[in-house]
């Protein structure tokens, strides 16, 4: 075997072994959390990334450290960055999913852009497609709008996760269509998020808890 060969098989190896070591610990924290989901404890950055935007007298810190990372790393406009991490950081509350995720299956569903549609027809942040959820359809909502487009799309991905047991590679594969190396790219935007935002490893892959009662 050429060297090339062999130096593609070890990074290919490599990267499975990480993807594996992250849905074996989604399944770990799914199985041991019995407690209500803490975002705002969780994305606090320590200080390596600085907030550029200046927060509103209404904006947590944490809404202005997601956004702050929006507008640094996939430069996003000011606004545009907090009304994506207000959107993020509430659906997440709501529906017990990791903003962090959300926030990687944004990037990789629309690159944070609420304008973009598919050629399929799938609109938004989390590329909502209408004909495969007639209830949008019939509600009349505007995909372009951060907050709708993100709480239907956890809504969505929460759905797909009961389904599959917390198993979030199955989850990911139902809300992409199967697409190739979807969950893959995920989950490289999973830690990039989770080193920009300081939470640790095993906060960032807590992807779904037991919601109470």
């Given at each position: 075997m050429h060297e090339n060969q062999v130096l593609a098989v070890r990074v290919l190896s490599g990267s499975k072994?990480?993807?594996?070591?992250?849905?074996?610990?989604?399944?770990?924290?799914?199985?041991?959390?019995?407690?209500?989901?803490?975002?705002?404890?969780?994305?606090?950055?320590?200080?390596?990334?600085t907030t550029s935007i200046e927060s509103a007298?209404?904006?947590?810190?944490?809404?202005?450290?997601?956004?702050?990372?929006?507008?640094?790393?996939?430069?996003?406009?000011?606004r545009e960055a907090t009304l994506i991490a207000q959107a993020v950081l509430s659906a997440a509350n709501e529906y017990a999913v990791s903003p962090v995720l959300l926030l990687a299956v944004i990037a990789t569903e629309s690159g944070f852009d609420r304008q973009a549609v598919s050629v399929a027809g799938a609109e938004g942040l989390m590329q909502i497609l209408?004909?495969?959820?007639?209830?949008v359809l019939a509600s009349g909502k505007d995909l372009t709008e951060p907050a709708e487009n993100v709480r239907i799309g956890s809504s969505i991905l929460r759905e797909y996760l009961d389904a599959s047991g917390g198993d979030l590679g199955a989850a990911l594969k139902r809300y992409s269509g199967g697409g190739k190396g979807y969950?893959?790219?995920?989950?490289?935007?999973?830690?990039?998020?989770?080193?920009?935002?300081?939470?640790?490893?095993?906060?960032?892959?807590?992807?779904?808890?037991?919601?109470?009662?």
């Open positions: 072994r990480w993807l594996r070591a992250i849905f074996a610990l989604c399944a770990l924290s799914i199985m041991a959390a019995n407690a209500a989901y803490a975002s705002d404890e969780q994305l606090v950055p320590t200080g390596r990334i007298p209404s904006e947590s810190p944490q809404v202005a450290n997601v956004a702050a990372v929006l507008w640094q790393q996939f430069r996003v406009a000011r209408p004909t495969a959820h007639p209830q969950a893959q790219r995920v989950a490289f935007h999973m830690r990039q998020f989770s080193a920009s935002l300081h939470t640790p490893p095993e906060d960032a892959v807590k992807v779904a808890l037991v919601r109470s009662p």
